[in-house]
């Protein structure tokens, strides 16, 4: 009897976890703040215990639909009220400006000397006189503006004018074609089997992506063989 009940309790549990992943939203680990991170650890946690609790699986439910519930609120507070995100998450600290280094914005932030020049390397600034202001994000990352005369070169200040490039759409993915893009496109499939003769391929099978910008630049990658590789078609 134990058994069937276990499994509704950990279908229940990974449909309820799904659900307050899609209400509080997708980011990515690195785009975290500290609190977000021990709220996903911590809801998780009770998800696991929820599905493993045989008599009263509704308690964990209960906490995990607050925890989920709360930290929505949160994130509708700090989008309609801009002044609570200092509170909610934290403020950029200034750790390093015109070649001065702030101590007391290092113990802010708490972070130490040796701790700073790291992710200053990780930033790829191996010398500090390159760095024109340092913050440190509250995410945790730190963002980096370097001095002007040793920063890369930009098209602009070489007065070029290069071509914008477009972003392209997929309108064939593993032999099928995506007839929605196509037509989002402005697009037929009598054309994309035009584009595909010219190319010699019989069918869009024998294509493994292709992809196409707004000025109908298609790029192919025709499946090679049965190998575990695909070439691009000219």
Request: aromatic residues 8%; positive net charge.
């Amino acid at each position: 009897m134990s058994f069937p009940i276990l499994c509704l309790n950990t279908l229940g549990s990974f449909a309820a976890l799904f659900l307050a992943a899609k209400l509080i939203g997708h980011k990515q680990i690195a785009q975290l703040d500290f609190f977000d991170y021990i709220t996903g650890i911590t809801i998780g946690s009770i998800a696991a215990e929820m599905a493993t609790e045989l008599k009263e699986p509704w308690k964990p439910l209960t906490a995990m639909l607050l925890y989920g519930g709360i930290t929505l609120l949160l994130s509708v507070v700090a989008n309609k009220f801009p002044r609570t995100r200092r509170y909610l998450y934290g403020a950029p600290v200034i750790l390093m400006d015109r070649g001065k280094l702030y101590r007391e914005n290092l113990k802010k932030a708490k972070l130490d000397l040796n701790e700073f020049i790291v992710l200053c390397r990780q930033q790829g600034y191996f010398d500090l006189t390159a760095i024109q202001t340092a913050v440190f994000e509250y995410n945790g990352k730190l963002t980096i503006l370097p001095v002007s005369t040793r920063r890369p070169a930009t098209p602009e200040d070489m007065a070029l004018t290069p071509e914008q490039e477009l972003l392209f759409t997929e309108l064939i993915m593993d032999g099928r074609i995506l007839e929605k893009n196509l037509k989002g496109m402005g697009l037929d499939q009598t054309w994309l089997e035009k584009q595909l003769k010219q190319r010699n391929i019989r069918s869009a099978k024998e294509v493994f992506l292709a992809v196409c910008d707004k000025n109908k630049n298609l790029v192919l990658y025709q499946n090679s063989g049965g190998k575990d590789t695909a070439g691009p078609v000219k």
